[in-house]
């Protein structure tokens, strides 16, 4: 049997940069494991073995730290927007006592 005939061919081998480069993309860039695999075109449970050998978190526990980080990123976002919002509605209020109190004075 010649080597065109063979039905199974050996997975391809990836060298280490390839490797960490696919578990950075998952653990510091927060990219969702699928999305990486199918990127990349590798199989979901090779990066899987890949992040376990890295001593990253599973996939999924990943992607939820991912999600709930990003979540966490917003939220803070948010108060730091009504914050200043509030903050700027004080002064008008300040504003307004002040010349209120200007206004009512003989």
């Not at 065109?4 to 510091?28: C, I, L, N, S």
């Not at 090779?46 to 979540?71: H, I």
């Amino acid at each position: 049997m010649s080597t065109k005939e063979r039905k199974h061919t050996a997975p391809p081998r990836y060298d280490e940069a390839f490797k960490a480069g696919a578990v950075r993309m998952v653990t510091e860039q927060g990219r969702p494991s699928r999305e990486v695999a199918k990127e990349l075109g590798i199989c979901i449970d090779t990066l899987r073995s890949w992040l376990k050998s890295a001593g990253a978190p599973s996939p999924g526990q990943a992607d939820r730290q991912n999600r709930d980080t990003k979540r966490l990123r917003e939220l803070e976002a948010e108060i730091r927007t009504l914050r200043k919002q509030i903050d700027e509605k004080n002064e008008v209020i300040d504003v307004l006592k002040k010349s209120v109190g200007i206004l009512s004075k003989p």
